[in-house]
């Protein structure tokens, strides 16, 4: 049964399908634990893509063999106009995967209540988990080809669920999270008409053992959370089973819906 996005339907997506005839460039950004697992399983799984992957103020693990360091700041204008010179020599891209993301940063920490609230503190998580990824497929968008199937996927978060909410908490991040997919789901609307072959994603990995979630795994129940690896796989399995027709919708890591 076709799956259409999580606000119109609610069924299951289709088994996942290979990645190995996909053809053309992937871009991994965020060199994080998820980002360089996503490299190595793409190295792996579609060898018929030249993979390029993001580099920041040298704060990323080594990339993979063979992978193109790209250097790129999502939140610096600058670095994104020139981003697309970047890839010039590329072939085409055929897939792009943010996995940039911020939740905490010495004194910027998930808020518990009202009174933890900070401006700068609200204004850097937006910059990195909302705009970062909207504002990286506005600078991709000359790239890609309207003729060639292409995939646009961005790590979202189960917590930026406004319908799933029920502790409260965490404000800036879910906030940031909870507008980055409205952000994407109005792109994929746009794209849906200049680009009928691309589908948007977002997607939520599951908690994985990455710096990120670093501070707040020890409540973690047993075998929820996942190694970069698994996480990895588990993204490219949902990617691989996305089409055009659900752009724009949000998933979990096991390949079910979300409710935004």
């Given at each position: 049964m076709r799956h259409v996005a999580p606000d119109i339907a609610s069924t299951?997506?289709?088994?996942?399908?290979?990645?190995?005839?996909w053809h053309g460039t992937a871009l991994v950004v965020g060199c994080g634990g998820i980002g360089t697992a996503l490299l190595q399983a793409l190295g792996t799984r579609a060898p018929g893509l030249q993979l390029a992957g993001s580099r920041r103020h040298g704060h990323c693990s080594p990339l993979p063999e063979g992978v193109?360091?790209?250097?790129?700041?999502l939140t610096n204008?600058?670095?994104?106009?020139?981003?697309?010179?970047?890839?010039?020599?590329?072939?085409?891209?055929?897939?792009?995967?943010?996995?940039?993301?911020?939740?905490?940063?010495?004194p910027l920490q998930p808020e518990k209540r009202l009174a933890r609230l900070n401006r700068a503190h609200l204004e850097r998580?937006?910059?990195?988990?909302?705009?970062?990824?909207?504002?990286?497929?506005?600078?991709?968008?000359?790239?890609?080809d309207r003729a060639q199937p292409f995939h646009f996927a961005s790590l979202s978060a189960r917590v930026g669920s406004i319908g799933d909410n029920q502790?409260?908490?965490?404000?800036?991040?879910?906030?940031?999270?909870?507008?980055?997919?409205?952000?994407?789901?109005?792109?994929a609307i746009e794209w849906r008409r200049r680009l009928p072959l691309?589908?948007?994603?977002?997607?939520?990995?599951?908690?994985?053992?990455?710096?990120?979630?670093?501070?707040?795994?020890?409540?973690?129940?047993?075998?929820k959370l996942f190694s970069p690896d698994r996480a990895a796989g588990h993204l490219l399995d949902v990617i691989a089973s996305l089409t055009p027709e659900q752009s724009g919708s949000?998933?979990?890591w096991d390949g079910q819906p979300i409710p935004w």
């Amino acid at each position: 049964m076709r799956h259409v996005a999580p606000d119109i339907a609610s069924t299951n997506p289709p088994a996942p399908e290979t990645l190995a005839g996909w053809h053309g460039t992937a871009l991994v950004v965020g060199c994080g634990g998820i980002g360089t697992a996503l490299l190595q399983a793409l190295g792996t799984r579609a060898p018929g893509l030249q993979l390029a992957g993001s580099r920041r103020h040298g704060h990323c693990s080594p990339l993979p063999e063979g992978v193109r360091a790209v250097a790129l700041d999502l939140t610096n204008d600058a670095s994104l106009a020139a981003l697309p010179q970047q890839l010039a020599d590329l072939p085409p891209l055929r897939l792009v995967i943010n996995t940039a993301g911020l939740l905490h940063d010495g004194p910027l920490q998930p808020e518990k209540r009202l009174a933890r609230l900070n401006r700068a503190h609200l204004e850097r998580s937006f910059a990195v988990n909302a705009f970062g990824p909207v504002l990286l497929a506005q600078a991709l968008d000359p790239l890609i080809d309207r003729a060639q199937p292409f995939h646009f996927a961005s790590l979202s978060a189960r917590v930026g669920s406004i319908g799933d909410n029920q502790l409260g908490g965490w404000y800036a991040y879910r906030a940031a999270k909870a507008a980055q997919n409205q952000l994407l789901r109005t792109l994929a609307i746009e794209w849906r008409r200049r680009l009928p072959l691309a589908c948007v994603g977002l997607l939520h990995p599951g908690t994985t053992a990455t710096a990120l979630s670093d501070p707040f795994q020890a409540g973690v129940p047993d075998g929820k959370l996942f190694s970069p690896d698994r996480a990895a796989g588990h993204l490219l399995d949902v990617i691989a089973s996305l089409t055009p027709e659900q752009s724009g919708s949000f998933w979990a890591w096991d390949g079910q819906p979300i409710p935004w």
